[in-house]
């Protein structure tokens, strides 16, 4: 396994690879850090899987998220992956869409020891995370650098498939486009959220926004993100 793969840079729309990858007619789908249930609606909309257990931790993200109505098979849940409210061998595929970097770092054995636990045997786990690489990770990492982070979850991932609990069907590399019209939509998207309590100081606020419009061009900025997926699987 590897962290990374810097010659490959396919740009790539996640949910439709995903979409084409994953046996999502009639599945029972966990995703982790659902967020503002942007995927789980796009999922929940192609009418193939039979049930979404949506988690987040974010309290203030969770509260809205239940006031969503128009997902009738979609079930919205405070949660996340080291202890996973979901029975043993009941779910055929488990989501997480750069969500295990944000489990703390002590606990990451633990959620992948979870993820095992509530996969069907034959079940598989689509584990998205962002590489530390790219435009954009320059200036994300200003003021929240998540290399270590990052490189703690990929540690815990091949532990997993070391110890035999998962094994690895393969591993996907590609860039994904992100763009802001101006560094103001960069504060409310990256700065500005409720899950990660971001206060910068007025010095190092500033030396963000420089750093974000040094790569501005005349209809806004737009990056290429580096991204890993790696695909693993229950054994049978």
């Known amino acids: 396994m590897k962290i990374a793969d810097p010659a490959q ?11 084409e990858e994953l046996p999502l007619d009639g599945a ?8 503002k249930a942007e995927k789980t609606r796009i999922l929940a909309e192609s ?4 049930e979404i257990i949506a988690l987040e931790v974010d309290t203030i993200q969770h509260a809205r998220n239940l006031e969503i109505t128009d997902l009738p098979t979609v079930r919205f849940s405070h949660g996340g992956a080291e202890a996973i409210p979901v029975d043993d061998a009941s779910v055929d ?10 489990v703390p770092v002590a606990d990451m054995d633990r959620a992948l020891a979870e993820i095992a636990r509530v996969l069907k045997p034959g079940g598989v786990a689509w584990i998205s995370e962002p590489v530390f690489a790219g435009d954009l990770n320059e200036v994300f990492r200003l003021f929240h650098n998540e290399q270590l982070v990052r490189e703690a979850a990929f540690a815990a991932i091949c532990k997993a498939v070391e110890s035999g609990s998962l094994q690895l069907d393969k591993q996907m590399f590609f860039n994904t486009r992100s763009y802001f ?18 206060r910068l100081a007025p010095e190092l606020y500033r030396q963000v926004q420089e750093k974000f419009e040094s790569f501005m ?3 806004g900025a ?3 993100n580096p991204q890993r997926v790696d695909l693993l699987r229950k054994p049978a």
Not at 47 to 50: A, F, I, L, N, V
């Open 93 to 102: 595929i488990v989501l997480m869409f750069k969500s295990l970097h944000h």
């Open 47 to 50: 009418g193939r899987p039979r």
């Open 181 to 198: 019209e101006s560094f103001a939509q960069f504060d409310t998207r990256m700065i500005q959220v409720t899950h990660t309590d971001h």
């Open 28 to 35: 029972c789908i966990l995703e982790f850090g659902c967020g």
């Open 222 to 224: 737009t990056f290429l």
């Open 9 to 19: 840079t396919t740009l790539c729309n996640e949910m439709k690879l995903l979409l």
């Open 217 to 219: 061009g005349p209809d």
